[in-house]
């Protein structure tokens, strides 16, 4: 009875609440403002194509959005004081392709000592059903969960530069319920009804609410959806989110927009912490039906968006048009071993973001409305314009040392085993990354018969040891019986592997952290069956940090000024949001 009582409290004072809080900002004096805070990129377990924070700690993804420049906006968890979480604000960058990122100054600061800016999401409220933006259309809303020792509330701070710097809603708290464990607010707009939808964790009471408004800053309690999928000790993070469908998954180009039905489908995802399968945090997802105020899942299944043990919190850009595959970003940790991974005394940061990945939906044999995630397009990253080794023979070995050819240590991989047959079925194939120096390794595999198990093992690698760090990770992935095909796909990034399995049916997320640098990969195939054909290739990546670096090795990151972010507005970008 308790979460039906503070509803009750939670809608009067939602509909009732006046001017709180005041639109301060709190700074402490070593937390620098209006200027981007300078990090070292070049360590060897910082990632060279991931983003991560210039130095500290960064937790959850937080209001991601595109405007209509193209510029994708990361905010992001950020404590600026210490290698561990607390202190909470949001940090932000900005990227023209996802991969090279500019450090931005912190963009939400708490309002007195002992604030935390929590976790949220941002709009374009293009067509100023706020009011804040009467001369504009690209003005920006955040909506995020303000923790303090009493209580979590919802509030809302609007940027009239493109999301660059933010004015608090004078009248916050827009959401308050009397609790500490209400928080995490993603905001979509559903131009059926011309209103803003926010989903949001009532944490421990295994609780989505769904909650609606016109504007921004009055919210009207619509439904709930509770008590579905893995509990684990609480819910956060929530998305809700239309994802095309694909006509067929196995095709080479699955993403082309030709192979994308004439329906899409939402999907709400949920991560829980702590109390996942393998421990730790993890996200889960539902695919289903929205009418602008409820959602009901397709069935009772609970599906996991990631197999490894490093993919949390993940959250999709707003702003694409729902016809297209929706792009996401995740945390790349665990909140079992996060605070106390070495990056932290060794480099002075702590986590990074998984690759940015395309998402859509698929329907399998056994699996319907499967989520399919695949990385952004990595080609202007190739080192080169041919792949730097690759062979097409079967049950062999492909060895190359990347050490001197690849100064990022970052690698895209592929194999590719065709010709499968569907009786009878033997083999193997294998990648591993190792280091010359340590004999340190990661390695992973698919076995093509039985019930054709792919696993990830991390527990080669020294540098890092703790016994929630697990360190062997699998999954089942059926072979398609149409193509009679497998593919692997994969990137190795200095500290953090990922790795997606048929065009993106299944992907794992996993961190490690070597003693040594790995400089050399492996890729093998053994015992497969009699006319069994083989591709497998490997690519370098540039770094995306290194050129940012000044003589001294820094990066210094960006100040970016609102004339220089609207010089181009694209207002057909802004279409599929207007009225």
Known sequence: MLFYSTLLVGLALASS?????????????????????????????????????????????????????????????????????????????????????????????????????????????VNNTSGFFPDQEDGVVAIYTLNTEKEETQEIAYSKDGGYTFTKYSKNPVISINSTQFRDPKVIWYA???????????????????FTSPDLKDWTHASNFSHHGLFGLQYECPNLVALPILKNV?????????????????????????GAPLGGSITEYFPGNFNGTHFTPVDDGARI?????????????????????????????????SQIVPTGPLENYRSSMSLPRQNVLANTTRGPYNLVSLPYDLSPLYTSKASLANTTTANASLLYDYSSTVPSGAL???????????????????????????????????????????????GYIRGFDNPFFTDKFSTNNLINTD??????????????????????????????????????????????????????????????????????????????????????????NFAHLKF
């Open 17 to 125: 609440v006046s001017a709180a809080a005041s639109p301060t900002v709190y700074v402490e004096p070593t937390v620098p403002t209006g200027t981007p805070i300078a990090g070292d990129y070049g360590g060897a377990l910082r990632p060279q194509i991931h983003f991560s924070p210039p130095r500290d700690f960064m937790n959850d993804p937080n209001g991601m959005f595109v405007d209509a420049n193209g510029v994708y906006h990361l905010y992001y968890q950020y404590n600026p004081t210490d290698i561990v979480a607390g202190n909470q604000h949001w940090g932000h960058a900005t990227s023209k392709d996802l991969y090279h990122w500019e450090n931005q100054p912190i963009a939400i600061f708490p309002g007195a000592k002992g604030e935390g800016i929590f976790s949220g999401s941002a709009v374009i409220d």
């Open 192 to 210: 059926e009804t011309k209103k803003w939808v926010m989903v949001v964790s009532y944490a421990q009471e295994f609780v989505i609410g769904i």
């Open 305 to 337: 968006a990631d197999f490894g043990k490093d993919n949390y919190a993940g959250q999709f850009f707003y702003g694409i048009p729902s016809t297209s595959p929706q792009v996401s970003i995740a945390w790349a940790s665990n909140w079992q071993y």
């Open 483 to 572: 193509t009679q095909k497998f593919k692997l796909e994969g990137v190795i990034d200095r500290s953090i592997l990922e790795v997606f399995l048929d065009n993106g049916l299944r992907s794992a997320t996993t961190t490690f952290f070597a003693e040594g640098s790995l400089d050399t990969v492996i890729i093998s195939t053994g015992d497969l069956n009699p006319g069994v054909k083989v591709s497998a290739e490997v690519w370098g990546l540039k770094s995306t940090w290194a050129s940012q670096a000044n003589a001294n090795g820094t990066v210094e990151g960006n100040i970016t000024t609102h004339a220089e972010a609207s010089q181009k507005i694209k207002r057909a």
């Open 250 to 274: 196995s095709i080479d180009s699955p993403l082309d927009a030709t192979n994308f039905a004439s329906t899409d489908i939402y999907v709400l995802t949920i991560s829980i912490n702590p």
């Open 412 to 458: 895209y991989f592929s194999i590719e085993v065709s010709d499968i047959p569907l009786a009878n079925t033997t083999g193997t194939a294998n990648f591993t990354f190792l280091s010359s120096v340590t004999g340190e390794s990661i390695r992973g595999g698919f076995y093509f018969g039985g019930d054709t198990p792919f696993f990830i093992n991390r």
